[in-house]
């Protein structure tokens, strides 16, 4: 049954119909329907647009459609137009008259805006929960590896010494501005639509402000024309979606490079990859390259819905309709991701010994040596020079500055004593860097305080 039917004598054509329909991917949102749908008759009956007792028979007939949805014992039409339809057509079939007056005061273009904030709510407070999940496990890494060694990069060539703890500590930031970033779209998002009717509101005396609180808004939306159609919150919502991927994704490619046969940093545990079905030697990091992947998928809903927004005329068009199955792929995507990227880096084993020889090998320790000139006299750019050649020195005898003797470092400059060996070992290389936000241990040690009061907070 269509509620739309009065003012039509033909039939719809059957293409038409099924174009149209919005059954099979709005019906995702059937609990915020009948949420709203509750919400809008109680207060229908508080106002007295309705009696107070056909208020309360729509109440208690969609608390038991709400039930029997959830058991099972009552399935969703795939054949309904959409999850409005649904609901409505089976509490009129159940209750009689008083559910063809749910309807009153409101239109399926504030109804629709109604379930999917509502929605979209609860979803970007659900990713936020994965993210804290996953910021934990960043966290407990960190604490057990302040002192593993490895090399830091710029251009993926060995710059710097840092721990593990302070690389993963830049994930940490990351994913926190993430969840920061959600609490702002929740915050910017959570008015009420409902009232705004198709788009000019309605002549019944309906209290907006009541069914927003009762749905736990902050308030009603203050533009019904607006509240209609904005669908803002679902592109900065998209945009926070894009972010984490970005961030996992970044993530991802670090944990490929890391467990090649080249690097061998770490190992991804069994239950994290796949082997080859010829090649009987591989294990794959499916899931870090998989992450890195369906990033561009998130991305894509994002253009998906700013491209449908960006020449829309106000109010209502059923373009909108698109911005469902744009946002429930992202949501899907970005939560499967999140949840199997903690799992993978939970169980990782760091193969700590190889991190740190890697970071010996690389002259990472090469700006130590120079700021080692510099504090016995040498002017920087002298200092640099000097290491610069003593670096070449070492490529062409396969050693590190380390393996040098102390007059084969003089031979390079006076400057240098015995002391040097200390100032360039990994340990003080990394120890001495203790400027807020370095890897130094006491800076990590406040980088790891920090750390727990977002995750507190
Ligand atoms: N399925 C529609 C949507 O998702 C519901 C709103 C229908 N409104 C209308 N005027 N046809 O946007």
Redesign the pocket.
């Known amino acids: 049954m269509k509620l ?1 039917g009065g003012r039509f004598t033909g039939q719809t054509n059957e293409l038409v119909a099924k174009y149209n329909s ?1 059954i099979s991917f ?1 019906s995702r949102f059937w609990r915020e329907d009948i949420k709203g749908s509750m919400a809008h008759a109680l207060m229908l009956g508080n106002q007295g647009i309705i009696s107070r007792e056909d208020a309360e028979k729509i109440h208690k007939g969609l608390t038991d459609i709400y039930s029997d949805l959830e058991s099972g014992k009552l399935t969703i039409d795939p054949e309904a ?4 339809s649904f609901v409505e057509s089976v509490l009129t079939e159940r209750i009689g008259d008083a559910g063809k007056k749910l309807h009153t005061g409101r ?3 504030d ?2 805006a109604l379930d ?1 904030r509502l929605y979209a709510k609860a979803s970007a407070k659900e990713v936020s929960k994965n993210l804290k999940k996953l910021l934990n496990t960043i966290l407990k890494i960190m604490k057990e590896n302040k002192e593993t060694y490895m090399p830091g990069f710029t251009h993926l060539q060995k710059a710097q010494p840092v721990t593990l703890a302070h690389h993963l500590g830049a994930y940490f930031e990351m994913f926190a501005r993430d969840c920061g970033r959600l609490k702002d779209a929740v915050a910017r998002m959570n008015y009420s639509p409902l009232g705004s009717g ?1 788009l000019a509101g309605t002549t019944y005396p309906l209290d907006r402000e009541m069914t927003a609180h009762m749905l736990d808004f902050s308030g009603p939306t203050e533009n019904s024309m607006d509240g209609v159609s904005d669908r803002d919150y679902l592109i900065e919502l998209l945009s926070d979606f894009s972010l984490i991927m970005m961030h996992l994704s970044r993530f991802s490619e670090e944990i490929i490079i890391w467990n090649t046969n080249e690097y061998r940093f770490i190992e991804i545990d069994d239950s994290y990859s796949t082997g080859s079905s010829i090649m009987p030697q591989k294990k794959n990091p499916d899931i870090a390259e998989l992450v890195r992947g369906k990033t561009g998928r998130v991305y894509g809903s994002l253009m998906t819905l700013l491209t449908v927004l960006k020449g829309l005329p106000l109010a ?1 068009n ?1 373009d ?2 698109e ?2 199955e744009a946002f429930f792929d992202a949501l899907d995507t970005v939560t499967d991701s999140i949840i199997l990227f903690e799992g993978m880096l939970a169980t990782i084993r760091f193969n700590k010994d190889v991190m740190a020889q890697s970071a010996k090998n690389g002259f990472t320790n090469a700006t130590d040596a120079a700021d080692y000139l510099v504090t016995h006299g040498v002017p920087f750019r002298d200092a640099h020079g000097i290491i610069g050649r003593l670096v070449l020195y070492c490529i062409d005898k396969k050693c590190a500055l380390d393996d040098l003797t102390v007059d084969e470092f003089k031979q390079f400059s006076p400057a240098f004593e015995e002391d040097i060996y200390d100032a360039i070992s990994l340990k003080t290389c990394v120890e001495k860097r203790n400027t807020i936000g370095a890897p130094g241990t006491q800076a990590v040690e406040r980088m790891i305080q920090h750390c727990e009061e977002v995750i507190n907070s």
């Open positions: 739309w919005s709005d137009e959409d999850i409005h239109s399926r273009n109804q629709v999917m198709a209502y059923k909108l309709q911005d469902k």
